[in-house]
T-cell receptor, first 117, second 112 residues
Framework: DVKVTQSSRYLVKRTGEKVFLECVQD?????MFWYRQDPGLGLRLIYF???????EKGDIPEGYSVSREKKERFSLILESASTNQTSMYLC????????????????FGDGTRLSIL | RKEVEQDPGPFNVPEGATVAFNCTYS??????FFWYRQDCRKEPKLLMS???SGNEDGRFTAQLNRASQYISLLIRDSKLSDSATYLC?????????????FGKGTKLSVKP
Protein backbone atom coordinates (compact mmCIF):
# COMPACT_ATOMS: atom_id res chain seq x y z
CA ASP A 1 0.00 0.00 0.00
CA VAL A 2 1.09 3.52 -0.74
CA LYS A 3 1.99 5.43 2.36
CA VAL A 4 2.04 9.21 2.38
CA THR A 5 2.97 10.63 5.75
CA GLN A 6 2.47 14.22 6.83
CA SER A 7 4.48 15.39 9.79
CA SER A 8 1.62 16.81 11.88
CA ARG A 9 -2.13 16.21 12.08
CA TYR A 10 -2.77 19.47 13.94
CA LEU A 11 -0.62 22.58 14.09
CA VAL A 12 -1.16 25.98 15.66
CA LYS A 13 1.09 28.87 14.71
CA ARG A 14 1.12 32.63 15.06
CA THR A 15 0.81 35.30 12.41
CA GLY A 16 4.16 36.11 10.85
CA GLU A 17 5.81 32.82 11.75
CA LYS A 18 7.58 30.73 9.12
CA VAL A 19 5.82 27.38 8.98
CA PHE A 20 7.13 24.12 7.54
CA LEU A 21 4.83 21.25 6.57
CA GLU A 22 6.60 18.03 5.69
CA CYS A 23 5.43 15.17 3.53
CA VAL A 24 7.12 11.84 2.87
CA GLN A 25 6.02 9.03 0.55
CA ASP A 26 7.43 5.54 0.46
CA UNK A 27 6.43 4.39 -3.02
CA UNK A 28 9.13 6.01 -5.13
CA UNK A 29 6.54 8.26 -6.81
CA UNK A 30 7.84 10.93 -9.15
CA UNK A 31 4.97 13.37 -8.66
CA MET A 32 4.15 15.12 -5.40
CA PHE A 33 1.50 17.74 -4.69
CA TRP A 34 0.38 20.16 -2.01
CA TYR A 35 -3.28 21.16 -1.75
CA ARG A 36 -5.35 23.12 0.67
CA GLN A 37 -8.99 22.34 1.29
CA ASP A 38 -11.51 24.82 2.61
CA PRO A 39 -15.28 24.45 3.08
CA GLY A 40 -17.13 25.26 -0.12
CA LEU A 41 -13.93 25.67 -2.14
CA GLY A 42 -12.82 22.08 -2.57
CA LEU A 43 -9.24 21.06 -3.12
CA ARG A 44 -6.97 23.76 -4.51
CA LEU A 45 -3.50 23.02 -5.82
CA ILE A 46 -0.74 25.12 -4.27
CA TYR A 47 2.43 23.62 -5.80
CA PHE A 48 3.52 20.38 -7.37
CA UNK A 49 6.75 18.69 -8.29
CA UNK A 50 7.47 15.99 -10.83
CA UNK A 51 11.12 15.47 -10.01
CA UNK A 52 13.76 16.26 -7.44
CA UNK A 53 14.51 19.98 -7.30
CA UNK A 54 11.68 20.67 -9.76
CA UNK A 55 8.63 22.65 -8.76
CA GLU A 56 5.67 24.16 -10.52
CA LYS A 57 3.09 26.64 -9.30
CA GLY A 58 -0.42 25.47 -8.92
CA ASP A 59 -3.54 27.61 -8.75
CA ILE A 60 -2.82 29.43 -5.48
CA PRO A 61 0.95 29.65 -4.88
CA GLU A 62 1.00 33.13 -3.33
CA GLY A 63 2.38 33.13 0.20
CA TYR A 64 3.84 29.63 -0.16
CA SER A 65 7.04 28.03 -1.35
CA VAL A 66 8.14 24.41 -1.63
CA SER A 67 11.27 22.33 -1.49
CA ARG A 68 12.04 18.93 -2.96
CA GLU A 69 15.61 17.94 -2.19
CA LYS A 70 14.91 14.21 -2.14
CA LYS A 71 12.48 12.19 -4.20
CA GLU A 72 10.49 10.97 -1.23
CA ARG A 73 10.10 14.30 0.55
CA PHE A 74 8.14 17.42 -0.42
CA SER A 75 8.00 20.34 1.96
CA LEU A 76 5.54 23.23 1.97
CA ILE A 77 6.69 26.49 3.49
CA LEU A 78 4.52 29.37 4.61
CA GLU A 79 7.00 32.23 4.47
CA SER A 80 5.09 34.52 6.84
CA ALA A 81 1.91 32.87 8.07
CA SER A 82 -1.32 34.82 7.91
CA THR A 83 -4.77 34.05 9.29
CA ASN A 84 -6.17 33.40 5.80
CA GLN A 85 -3.80 30.44 5.56
CA THR A 86 -5.74 28.62 8.26
CA SER A 87 -6.83 25.49 6.42
CA MET A 88 -6.54 21.75 5.94
CA TYR A 89 -3.34 20.99 3.99
CA LEU A 90 -3.12 17.77 2.03
CA CYS A 91 -0.07 16.23 0.44
CA UNK A 92 -0.39 13.70 -2.36
CA UNK A 93 1.86 11.64 -4.59
CA UNK A 94 1.49 9.71 -7.82
CA UNK A 95 3.47 7.83 -10.38
CA UNK A 96 4.62 9.64 -13.46
CA UNK A 97 2.03 9.92 -16.17
CA UNK A 98 1.69 6.67 -18.05
CA UNK A 99 1.75 8.19 -21.49
CA UNK A 100 -0.98 9.13 -23.98
CA UNK A 101 -2.15 11.78 -21.53
CA UNK A 102 -3.18 9.27 -18.90
CA UNK A 103 -2.58 10.20 -15.30
CA UNK A 104 -2.10 7.89 -12.39
CA UNK A 105 -4.34 8.40 -9.35
CA UNK A 106 -3.00 10.47 -6.50
CA UNK A 107 -2.61 9.08 -3.00
CA PHE A 108 -3.09 11.41 -0.07
CA GLY A 109 -1.62 11.80 3.38
CA ASP A 110 -3.85 12.21 6.44
CA GLY A 111 -3.74 15.99 6.17
CA THR A 112 -2.55 18.73 8.49
CA ARG A 113 -5.08 21.04 10.11
CA LEU A 114 -3.21 24.30 10.42
CA SER A 115 -4.52 27.18 12.50
CA ILE A 116 -2.86 30.58 12.32
CA LEU A 117 -3.70 32.81 15.27
CA ARG B 1 -16.39 28.14 -16.48
CA LYS B 2 -15.83 25.36 -13.95
CA GLU B 3 -13.63 22.52 -15.15
CA VAL B 4 -15.31 19.82 -13.11
CA GLU B 5 -18.85 20.26 -11.86
CA GLN B 6 -20.81 18.18 -9.41
CA ASP B 7 -24.12 18.57 -7.68
CA PRO B 8 -23.08 19.28 -4.06
CA GLY B 9 -26.14 17.52 -2.68
CA PRO B 10 -26.73 16.39 -0.04
CA PHE B 11 -28.32 13.23 -1.31
CA ASN B 12 -30.29 11.74 1.57
CA VAL B 13 -31.23 8.13 0.84
CA PRO B 14 -32.48 5.16 2.89
CA GLU B 15 -30.38 2.06 3.37
CA GLY B 16 -30.72 -0.29 0.42
CA ALA B 17 -31.45 2.46 -2.08
CA THR B 18 -29.68 2.94 -5.38
CA VAL B 19 -28.15 6.36 -5.90
CA ALA B 20 -26.36 7.89 -8.85
CA PHE B 21 -24.07 10.92 -9.14
CA ASN B 22 -23.11 12.68 -12.30
CA CYS B 23 -20.13 14.89 -12.95
CA THR B 24 -19.40 17.02 -16.01
CA TYR B 25 -15.99 18.13 -17.21
CA SER B 26 -15.07 20.88 -19.60
CA UNK B 27 -11.84 19.73 -21.25
CA UNK B 28 -12.50 17.35 -24.12
CA UNK B 29 -8.80 16.35 -24.11
CA UNK B 30 -9.07 14.80 -20.63
CA UNK B 31 -8.04 11.17 -20.61
CA UNK B 32 -8.06 10.08 -16.97
CA PHE B 33 -11.06 9.94 -14.68
CA PHE B 34 -11.45 8.87 -11.08
CA TRP B 35 -13.92 8.80 -8.24
CA TYR B 36 -12.61 9.49 -4.75
CA ARG B 37 -14.39 9.17 -1.44
CA GLN B 38 -13.79 11.59 1.41
CA ASP B 39 -15.08 11.08 4.92
CA CYS B 40 -15.61 14.04 7.20
CA ARG B 41 -12.28 15.57 8.30
CA LYS B 42 -10.33 12.84 6.51
CA GLU B 43 -8.22 12.69 3.39
CA PRO B 44 -9.66 11.75 -0.04
CA LYS B 45 -9.25 8.09 -0.88
CA LEU B 46 -9.37 6.55 -4.34
CA LEU B 47 -12.63 4.71 -4.86
CA MET B 48 -12.21 3.69 -8.47
CA SER B 49 -10.69 4.66 -11.78
CA UNK B 50 -13.11 5.16 -14.64
CA UNK B 51 -12.35 3.41 -17.89
CA UNK B 52 -13.85 4.17 -21.25
CA SER B 53 -15.78 0.91 -21.24
CA GLY B 54 -17.18 1.54 -17.77
CA ASN B 55 -16.23 -0.52 -14.78
CA GLU B 56 -17.79 -2.18 -11.80
CA ASP B 57 -16.50 -2.95 -8.33
CA GLY B 58 -19.04 -4.71 -6.19
CA ARG B 59 -21.91 -2.34 -5.54
CA PHE B 60 -20.19 0.52 -7.36
CA THR B 61 -20.38 1.16 -11.10
CA ALA B 62 -18.61 3.97 -12.92
CA GLN B 63 -19.36 5.06 -16.46
CA LEU B 64 -17.82 7.53 -18.85
CA ASN B 65 -19.61 9.36 -21.62
CA ARG B 66 -17.02 11.19 -23.72
CA ALA B 67 -19.50 12.63 -26.19
CA SER B 68 -21.39 14.44 -23.45
CA GLN B 69 -18.31 14.88 -21.25
CA TYR B 70 -19.65 13.39 -18.07
CA ILE B 71 -18.87 10.55 -15.76
CA SER B 72 -21.24 8.85 -13.37
CA LEU B 73 -21.08 6.78 -10.23
CA LEU B 74 -23.86 4.37 -9.30
CA ILE B 75 -24.09 2.89 -5.83
CA ARG B 76 -26.44 -0.02 -5.37
CA ASP B 77 -27.83 -1.33 -2.07
CA SER B 78 -26.55 1.68 -0.11
CA LYS B 79 -25.02 1.04 3.30
CA LEU B 80 -24.76 3.44 6.23
CA SER B 81 -20.99 3.28 5.74
CA ASP B 82 -21.35 4.75 2.24
CA SER B 83 -22.14 8.13 3.82
CA ALA B 84 -19.35 10.40 2.65
CA THR B 85 -18.52 13.02 0.07
CA TYR B 86 -17.74 11.68 -3.39
CA LEU B 87 -15.23 13.62 -5.48
CA CYS B 88 -15.14 13.47 -9.25
CA UNK B 89 -11.58 13.83 -10.56
CA UNK B 90 -10.35 14.52 -14.09
CA UNK B 91 -6.89 15.11 -15.46
CA UNK B 92 -6.06 18.62 -16.62
CA UNK B 93 -5.34 17.91 -20.23
CA UNK B 94 -3.81 15.33 -22.48
CA UNK B 95 -0.20 15.95 -21.65
CA UNK B 96 0.39 17.15 -18.11
CA UNK B 97 2.73 15.55 -15.60
CA UNK B 98 0.09 14.35 -13.27
CA UNK B 99 -2.21 17.21 -12.43
CA UNK B 100 -5.76 16.35 -11.60
CA UNK B 101 -8.74 18.60 -11.16
CA PHE B 102 -10.95 17.71 -8.22
CA GLY B 103 -14.63 18.51 -8.17
CA LYS B 104 -16.03 19.98 -4.98
CA GLY B 105 -17.82 16.77 -4.22
CA THR B 106 -21.31 15.37 -3.76
CA LYS B 107 -22.37 14.63 -0.23
CA LEU B 108 -24.22 11.38 0.38
CA SER B 109 -26.04 10.59 3.58
CA VAL B 110 -27.48 7.10 3.96
CA LYS B 111 -30.14 6.85 6.67
CA PRO B 112 -31.35 3.74 8.51
Amino acid sequence: DVKVTQSSRYLVKRTGEKVFLECVQDMDHENMFWYRQDPGLGLRLIYFSYDVKMKEKGDIPEGYSVSREKKERFSLILESASTNQTSMYLCASSLLTGGFGRNQPQHFGDGTRLSIL
Amino acid sequence: RKEVEQDPGPFNVPEGATVAFNCTYSNSASQSFFWYRQDCRKEPKLLMSVYSSGNEDGRFTAQLNRASQYISLLIRDSKLSDSATYLCVVNVDGGSQGNLIFGKGTKLSVKP
